[in-house]
């Protein structure tokens, strides 16, 4: 096995930056070819730890060393429970990137997401174009029996093999008010349903575990742990190899062919912007020799998530059922777990959800609100705990006790747009993220809006339930509950981020001035240089991430051979 046993006086045909959702799946299709010599690079460890194979541990590792940890800056709306009004943004730090601590929801989003790519003028990424690709990575344990999935592919896609009564009685409220029941993979992706996980066996399936894992006896396969990568390293304007530091030495390794980035979307930017890509003033402030003038950090975006938490009442016959945070890890949960593979332990925290638009948006082609359902309190997780720690004021103490479930809100297509910039004082530390959330006046109103929709789900879901409560009534607001005072104020202290970051690097048509990467995911103004990860992503999906990024390596895979074969 390769791993750690490369040379930096080698060189490769291709250096992968991120063994990553998107590296690791590169690296598999790439080293297909015998002739074809691969070095991935990650900065993390191997993905040996036990437990990032338990799915409901998955929150767990959101602030453990397996996650690179950023922060934003602060915000200038919203977050009010968070200190310095910052947000936390987890992201792999560990062979599999994200996939390897992520929630494991298998989302593509809709048809017109990516028929609209192609509208702005990323040629050959339209939905009947890319979907061989989805189909290509899929194995389906699905039994939908449709063109929309397949079998034989690495990863698996499956329903949860642990879904409470209550996540069943949430898909039938979609039902009975009206939604359509079904698919949200499949033509249409409206609707409500169980979610689709990569799962198997009641253990996540990482891109790593499903795509490189299988492949590490490859001999042209070789791959270097707890590597930094700095910058690429150009001869005039092709990308001929990266510095890097590994053990506290810093190196150059050299590439024949290409340089590819997939180190996500904070960590490709930030290597292009040190390598000298970028916007040329940013540059020129960092005292950084300009090779591309692109703009690189612009077009960031993110998906909220708003929780509404509903409290159920001790002798409800579903209170036992309900996960919270001192009945995760038990006697009981362990050995359903450990002997039979199965329990809540088998399946990740989310395992309902559904896709609607709200009720002015009926002719929309793509849904414009996700709501997840969690039967648990969200507020009273420990993620939640420990994003707020720091001013919980505004929460009711008692929520740390409470029993029940939560709606949880994430508009798909919000109109705030951040951006990523360099510490102009200390430009290799981490860059200046900022998100802009909510800072367009339309988000916080649809957001209003889609709060309305979400109570008539929840209030028809505790219909014939004793003594159910809205948590937000039990709030210490300075407004009156229920007016439109108080839900902008619960908006800003409660809505956090949903991690589904993309765009620092965007993809279009090579004469765009907005975009960063061709069609091809060519990096402008320079050779042997591309990306490949979500950071090329040109605007919010219609859905999770993970999915597409692996759709994305599938074909970039495919557009790199098909250039060695031409060549």
């Not at 598999?28 to 460890?45: C, K, Q, S, W, Y």
């Not at 810093?250 to 340089?259: A, D, G, H, L």
């Not at 040109?538 to 557009?559: F, H």
Request: aromatic content about 10%; glycine content about 8%; overall charge negative.
């Amino acid at each position: 096995v390769h791993i750690n046993n490369f040379s930096p006086d080698v060189e490769y045909d291709y250096i992968i930056v991120g063994a990553g959702t998107a590296g690791c799946v590169l690296a598999n299709r790439l080293t297909e070819d015998p002739n074809i010599t691969v070095l991935l690079l990650e900065a993390g460890p191997v993905d040996s730890d036990y437990g990032l194979s338990i799915p409901l541990l998955q929150a767990e590792y959101f602030m453990s060393t397996l996650s690179w940890g950023y922060k934003t800056a602060p915000q200038k709306e919203g977050f009010l429970l968070s200190k310095n009004q910052e947000v936390y943004w987890p992201s792999g730090k560990v062979m599999g990137g994200t996939s390897s601590i992520n929630g494991m929801f298998y989302a593509r989003g809709s048809l017109a997401d990516y028929d609209n790519w192609a509208k702005m003028g990323a040629d050959g990424w339209k939905y009947d174009e890319i979907l061989p690709y989805f189909l290509k990575s899929e194995n389906s344990l699905l039994n939908e029996g449709n063109k929309y999935h397949s079998t034989g592919g690495p990863l698996t896609v499956s329903y949860p093999s642990y879904i409470p009564e209550l996540d069943k009685d949430f898909v039938e409220v979609g039902r009975k008010l009206g939604y359509r029941v079904g698919d949200y993979n499949a033509e249409s992706p409206f609707g409500f349903s169980h979610i689709q996980v990569t799962v198997r066996n009641g253990k996540r399936v990482s891109t790593s575990k499903a795509f490189l894992h299988p492949v590490l006896n490859r001999k042209n396969l070789f791959i270097g742990t707890g590597v930094t990568v700095k910058t690429v390293i150009f001869s005039g304007n092709k990308a001929i190899g990266v510095s890097y530091v590994q053990y506290n030495i810093e190196t150059v390794v050299k590439s024949k062919r290409e340089v590819i980035l997939s180190a996500g979307v904070v960590e490709s930017p930030h290597i292009l912007l040190l390598s000298g890509i970028g916007p040329s003033l940013q540059l020129n402030e960092a005292g950084i020799i300009i090779i591309s003038d692109v703009p690189v950090g612009k077009n960031l975006h993110d998906h909220l998530l708003l929780p509404l938490d509903y409290i159920l009442s001790s002798d409800d016959d579903r209170y036992d059922t309900v996960l919270h945070y001192s009945n995760i890890l038990t006697f009981n949960t362990l050995y359903q777990y450990l002997i039979n593979g199965g329990g809540q332990l088998s399946s990740p925290a989310l395992r309902s959800n559904a896709y609607i638009t709200l009720d002015s948006e009926r002719n929309y082609s793509y849904p414009t609100l996700q709501v997840k359902f969690l039967a648990g309190v969200a507020s009273g997780s420990k993620m939640w705990i420990e994003l707020f720690s720091s001013n919980r004021s505004s929460l009711n103490k008692d929520i740390l006790e409470l029993k029940g479930y939560s709606l949880l809100l994430c508009p798909l297509h919000p109109k705030s747009v951040g951006e990523l910039y360099l510490n102009k004082t200390h430009p290799e530390s981490q860059p200046i993220i900022d998100p802009h959330y909510l800072e367009d006046p339309d988000d916080i109103k649809y957001l209003q809006d889609a709060l309305k929709v979400a109570l008539k789900i929840g209030g028809t879901l505790s219909l014939n339930r004793k003594g159910v409560k809205l948590f937000a009534e039990m709030m210490n607001s300075p407004f009156k509950f229920d007016t439109d005072e108080f839900w902008r104020w619960y908006i800003q202290n409660l809505a956090y981020s949903s991690f589904h970051y993309t765009g620092t690097c965007k993809m279009g048509s090579a004469d765009d001035p907005s975009t960063v990467v061709d069609s091809r995911l060519r990096v402008k103004g320079v050779t042997g240089l591309r990306v490949v990860d979500a950071s090329i992503i040109p605007e919010s999906l219609s859905g999770n991430t993970v999915a597409a990024v692996m759709m994305i390596a599938e074909k970039a895979a495919d557009m790199i051979k098909a250039d060695v074969y031409e060549a």
